[in-house]
């Protein structure tokens, strides 16, 4: 290993900023609280902490590109394919899966394949950036293997993406998938038997080929790139690695069934890399006037590219999406999708970004004519964005403590507030008509899951309404619901209850064998249920007489 021209230090922001936040420490230490007591934290965590961290984390990241790329008039010219082309692309692509279901598939699965490799390919950048900094140079044979054990890593991520019938666990919460679904490309479950263990060993290999050849290696070198490494595995490698080798964890934290929950921190840890190194990068390049002043404008951009979408598309507007029934998926799609195209031309190794980020030297600030009228309305339609993003945290906040205390009067304004800017939401309505329909507001209740059911078609709507005229005895239209219901897509639970609900309006009405039909059906689902063999045995005796 030949030792290159070391660099003044090998720390951006200093050693603990940097292995905290750049390194992954800060998600380690976290994920070591989730190992002992997952879900005692979960159960104590308040519900304002995702939405706040989404905010005041994700956001910016987003953020942060823009500005890398719009910021400076050097930086649009130079990437004007990806400023322009690329971008109008994007937005054309959105706009046509909001009307085409296959394309709003396609676009989600595109998004939903494409982060993982996103994370990925910023742990092995760092990883090499660091190496450098430290006095590193690496031959090309040993940054392939390098670079091998984070492809191989994300390889099983996409084997098992794509396996047949897999779901995406990596999907945040909070994003319907009604019609934007994610679709794997369906490769055989044998299939994925036989390769998910190799790519598991190959990787585990790849890491130890990689270790040796770093061996002499200096320490200050060293250490940020191996908990790069270490992020990456503890990100995507092990927990993949464990479900492929069909290995059963007994914390939440690393198993499959709670993925979508622990995924977010990930993604908290992986934006609060980005701020990082991008902060640095903004620091040397020009124009610098502080770090609250640049999280500000960084804040403001991301708040913009989330909030425009959902403003100019929802159902409000005459848009055919509500926000949770793909609407959602979709602005994180694009908005996505934009980000990965943009930070893969962008953060290239090599010129103005090797200048910064290896040699840590400082660019001069960009000078000549400036459009100040345009800029300051620009960044004013930002930061109107992001107090707009503020608003709708604290209103969803605000609408759910109001469920919870059964204030339906704040609940109703909320609701009407949300729909206003575009936060239309199916599962909303359904929550407050079943909050009232628990407090017998039948007619009110009704109204909300008529609404839900415009917003967020799915069986779960029929099966409340048939409930409110089931409160009222009317059998007749609950029967009729309840069968609706049946027909389509619901999980085994809900249609044992709907087989079992139905079965139970037609004994009201008195049509025993129908009943008897839809009992039975419903009781071969679930044996163990005393109380529904005992209606099935009244129901029976009926039916002989």
């Known amino acids: 290993m030949e030792a290159a021209r070391p660099a003044p230090s090998p720390w951006l922001f200093g050693p603990w900023p940097d292995l905290l936040f750049g390194c992954g420490v800060l998600y380690a230490i976290l994920l070591a609280g989730f190992l002992v007591a997952g879900p005692e934290i979960r159960q104590l965590q308040p519900g304002l902490v995702f939405p706040l961290i989404v905010l005041l984390v994700g956001t910016p990241h987003y953020g942060a590109t823009l500005l890398r790329v719009y910021g400076h008039r050097r930086d649009r010219r130079a990437y004007v394919f990806f400023s322009l082309w690329a971008t109008l692309a994007v937005i054309a692509l959105f706009v046509a899966s909001l009307w085409v279901g296959p394309l709003a598939s396609f676009f989600v699965t595109l998004y939903l394949t494409w982060s993982p490799w996103h994370y990925t390919g910023q742990n092995y950048g760092l990883s090499v950036m660091f190496l450098r900094r430290g006095g590193v140079a690496l031959e090309p044979g040993l940054k392939r293997w390098i670079y091998a054990s984070f492809l191989l890593s994300y390889a099983l991520v996409f084997l098992l993406l794509h396996t047949a019938d897999a779901t995406a666990n990596d999907l945040p919460s909070g994003y319907g998938e009604v019609s934007a679904r994610f679709h794997p490309l369906g490769i055989p479950s044998v299939v994925t038997a036989v390769l998910a263990p190799l790519l598991v060993a190959a990787n585990v290999a790849a890491l130890a080929r990689a270790a040796f050849g770093l061996r002499g290696a200096p320490r200050r070198a060293l ?31 690393l198993r499959f ?79 996505n999708v934009h980000h990965f195209i943009l930070d893969g031309a962008i953060w290239k190794l090599r010129g103005p970004i090797a200048q910064i980020l290896i040699r840590s030297d400082a660019v001069a600030e960009e000078t000549g004519p400036r459009w100040a ?8 339609g930002c930061f109107a964005a992001l107090a707009l993003a503020c608003f709708v945290v604290a209103t969803e906040q605000r609408v759910r403590s109001a469920l919870a205390s059964k204030d339906f009067e704040t609940v109703r304004a909320g609701v009407a507030q949300l729909d206003a800017v575009g936060r239309e939401s199916g599962s909303l309505e359904l929550a407050f008509g079943n909050a009232l329909l628990g407090d017998r507001h039948l007619s009110e209740a009704r109204e909300r899951f008529r609404r839900g059911q415009e917003l967020l078609p799915n069986a779960t709507g029929d099966l409340l309404l048939a409930a409110t005229y089931e409160r009222e005895g009317d059998w007749q239209r609950a029967g009729e619901l309840y069968e609706a219901a049946l027909e389509k897509q619901l999980t085994e639970g809900q249609r044992t209850q709907a087989l079992a609900l139905a079965g139970n309006a037609w004994r009201q009405l008195g049509d025993n064998q129908r009943a008897l039909a839809r009992l039975e059906e419903a009781l071969a689902r679930d044996p163990s249920n005393a109380q529904l063999g005992a209606l099935v045995e009244m129901t029976r005796r009926s039916a002989a007489q």
């Open 257 to 335: 069934d709670m993925r979508t929950h622990y995924f977010l921190w990930i993604a908290a840890a992986h934006s609060a890399q980005y701020l990082w190194v991008t902060a640095y990068y903004a620091r040397q390049s020009g124009g610098w006037r502080g770090q609250l002043p640049h999280y500000a404008k960084v804040l403001a951009a991301g708040a913009a590219a989330w909030t425009l979408p959902v403003l100019l598309f929802g159902t409000h507007t005459g848009g055919p999406l509500a926000f949770d029934a793909g609407l959602g998926a979709l602005v994180a799609a694009a908005v």
């Open 373 to 380: 009228w345009p800029r300051r309305l620009v960044w004013a």
């Open 223 to 253: 250490l940020p790139a191996a908990l790069l490494a270490f992020s990456q595995v503890l990100w995507f490698s092990l927990p993949y690695g464990l479900d492929a080798l069909g290995v059963k964890v007994a914390s939440e934290a």
